[in-house]
């Protein structure tokens, strides 16, 4: 009923940039929350940063100050700008939205399928 399309992965070098970008599309009566994960091999899925509806934002420690997150409300689409990218930073990233289907729904989690960003040292 949702579907949510990651682009914008790729190998990049340590320092150099990357933007992410992920839309929503389906049966959409609002979108609560829009954000990143990430999962790099052996590691638990974490969260990278994340944007609410009225436009607050949050980051991981590991990306603040480098990570920049931001929306497009009309088009249901959330970028991530990732600068000075470290061989750390390599992980599938994945899209999350809490989406509400309905005006009597509760918000429920969608995932993208996932965009992998390497960076080499």
């Keep these: 009923q949702v579907q949510l399309v990651e682009s914008g992965g790729g190998l990049v070098q340590a320092g150099g940039s990357l933007g992410l970008s992920c839309t929503a599309s389906g049966s959409i009566f609002s979108i609560d929350a829009m954000g990143w994960y990430r999962q790099a091999p052996g590691k638990q ?34 970028y991530l700008q990732m600068n000075s990218l470290k061989p750390e930073d390599t992980a599938v990233y994945y899209c999350n939205a809490r989406v509400r289907v309905g005006v009597r729904d509760t918000g429920m989690d969608y995932w993208g399928k996932g965009t992998l960003v390497t960076v080499s040292s």
């Design 45 to 78: 899925r974490e969260l990278v940063a994340a944007i609410t509806s009225d436009g607050s934002t949050m980051y991981a420690d590991s990306g603040k100050g480098r990570f920049t997150i931001s929306r497009d409300k009309a088009k249901n689409t959330v």
